[in-house]
């Protein structure tokens, strides 16, 4: 099967190491998946103000989450928790009441981050947050990555080969994930 998944990342820095982490991603993936950014920098801050009338970033933000048959999340940690501008991203998917974006749709979080607990902590809110959004999440292997000095290139590279293949076998247990979710769903309208 084909899969086409969307990855966020959780910072709007032009030197952001996650962002080389989510290339890193895209350039390991399987044959069979296609990974591709789904930006956040565009939106404006939320406000329930918007719900009658959502600005077109914030349309396609939404349209471009419902388009993927999963999420993988590549986020930093900020004072132990994860940085305000995806808690906003991920309050405008949340929104309008009853169109959540998030609800059923397969997920999965990992982050790097200089400290030798990498982005744990904020992966843990991050876990909480999707959980309240009722989108299934992966559990095992959890990806907390210590950016260790030339770890990752600006083009997809990683420069020691156990990260390599532990991101792989990272993306290998997200698309079974993805995959339970996405049969069933085509089984269904079969
Ligand atoms: C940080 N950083 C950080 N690192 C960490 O491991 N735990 C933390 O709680 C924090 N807190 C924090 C707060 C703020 C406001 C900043 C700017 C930074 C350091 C952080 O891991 C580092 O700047 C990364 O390079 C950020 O990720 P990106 O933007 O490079 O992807």
Redesign the pocket.
């Known amino acids: 099967t084909q899969y086409t998944i969307g990855y966020i990342?959780?910072?709007i820095?032009s030197?952001?190491?996650?962002?080389k982490l989510a290339k890193a991603l895209a350039a390991l993936a399987p044959e069979n998946v296609e990974l591709h950014e789904i930006p956040i920098k565009d939106l404006p801050f939320y406000s329930p103000d918007h719900d009658a009338d959502y600005p077109q970033v914030a349309r396609e933000f939404k349209q471009a989450i419902a388009d993927v048959d999963g999420v993988i999340i590549v986020t930093?940690?900020?004072?132990?928790?994860i940085?305000g501008v995806l808690k906003n991203a991920l309050d405008w998917a949340a929104r309008p009441y009853g169109q959540a974006s998030l609800d059923g749709k397969p997920t999965a979080v990992i982050g790097?981050?200089?400290?030798p607990?990498?982005?744990a902590?904020?992966q843990q809110h991050l876990k909480a947050i999707l959980s309240h959004y009722n989108a299934p999440t992966l559990g095992q292997p959890e990806g907390y990555i210590q950016?260790l000095p030339g770890l990752f290139g600006d083009n997809g590279e990683v420069t020691n080969e156990g990260t390599a293949a532990f991101l792989r076998a990272y993306l290998d247990a997200f698309v079974a994930l993805v995959g339970r979710y996405v049969d069933v769903k085509d089984a269904s309208v079969a």
């Open positions: 990342v959780g910072s820095s030197t952001s190491l996650n962002r930093p940690e900020y004072s132990r928790s940085p790097t981050s200089g400290g607990i990498s982005t902590a904020a950016a």
